[in-house]
């Protein structure tokens, strides 16, 4: 079973190797992955869109009023509907327009900027991802790297920025030895996998 990860839709329900949230449903069906990739690169900037038609409107709104004033059709922007609401940004009420159910904006999501919105997710996968990348395709996470890459994805999302401290800082704990003595190479280790995972977040 898939782990809801983060409010990055794409990463919502994901399963290692797989990206598409769709994947279950469609099976790996080669036009729907292709169709997904060509939805990723504008799906904040969609979200966005339908946010803002909220924030202006001040009031609830269903799926079909919204394609509506954006001029889409209904199918363009189920999707992104369904993910606003895993996310937590919208909730269904009890209005309905014409037969479609109205949706409103989850306080503090109404007042929620563009930049907070664009926030990049980093997922564990990733992280060790990016492990597997500096120790090389024999490598197998143990328990106490999936507890790291974990820790190092949360502190990435959170904070948009990684430094070698702070993943020697969430090593220390998971180990249980502050200061964790590291040795040069050791250290090189986590400079290099910061600076994997800060490009993650460009």
């Given at each position: 079973?898939?782990?809801?990860?983060?409010?990055?839709?794409?990463?919502?329900?994901?399963?290692?190797?797989?990206?598409?949230?769709?994947?279950?449903?469609?099976?790996?069906?080669?036009?729907?992955?292709?169709?997904?990739?060509?939805?990723?690169?504008?799906?904040?900037?969609?979200?966005?869109?339908?946010?803002?038609?909220?924030?202006?409107?001040?009031?609830?709104?269903?799926?079909?009023?919204?394609?509506?004033?954006?001029?889409?059709?209904?199918?363009?922007?189920?999707?992104?509907?369904?993910?606003?609401?895993?996310?937590?940004?919208?909730?269904?009420?009890?209005?309905?327009?014409?037969?479609?159910?109205?949706?409103?904006?989850?306080?503090?999501?109404?007042?929620?900027?563009?930049?907070?919105?664009?926030?990049?997710?980093?997922?564990?996968?990733?992280?060790?991802?990016?492990?597997?990348?500096?120790?090389?395709?024999?490598?197998?996470?143990?328990?106490?790297?999936?507890?790291?890459?974990?820790?190092?994805?949360?502190?990435?999302?959170?904070?948009?920025?990684?430094?070698?401290?702070?993943?020697?800082?969430?090593?220390?704990?998971?180990?249980?030895?502050?200061?964790?003595r590291l040795s040069v190479m050791q250290?090189?280790?986590?400079?290099?996998?910061?600076?994997k995972i800060l490009l993650v977040l460009?």
């Open positions: 079973m898939g782990t809801q990860i983060g409010i990055d839709p794409y990463h919502r329900f994901r399963v290692v190797g797989e990206d598409d949230p769709c994947i279950r449903r469609h099976g790996g069906n080669s036009e729907s992955m292709a169709a997904w990739e060509n939805v990723k690169p504008h799906l904040r900037e969609t979200y966005e869109r339908i946010l803002t038609v909220y924030r202006q409107e001040g009031r609830p709104l269903a799926p079909k009023e919204i394609c509506e004033i954006l001029g889409k059709h209904p199918s363009d922007l189920s999707g992104r509907f369904t993910e606003l609401k895993e996310m937590g940004i919208l909730t269904p009420t009890e209005f309905m327009y014409k037969g479609s159910r109205c949706l409103e904006l989850i306080s503090p999501w109404s007042e929620r900027t563009k930049e907070e919105l664009s926030k990049k997710v980093v997922t564990k996968e990733q992280v060790l991802g990016c492990i597997k990348d500096l120790r090389g395709s024999s490598y197998h996470p143990t328990e106490a790297d999936e507890e790291f890459a974990e820790g190092a994805a949360r502190w990435a999302t959170m904070n948009q920025d990684l430094n070698v401290n702070q993943l020697i800082d969430i090593a220390s704990r998971i180990v249980g030895e502050e200061p964790l250290t090189q280790f986590f400079n290099m996998l910061a600076s460009q």
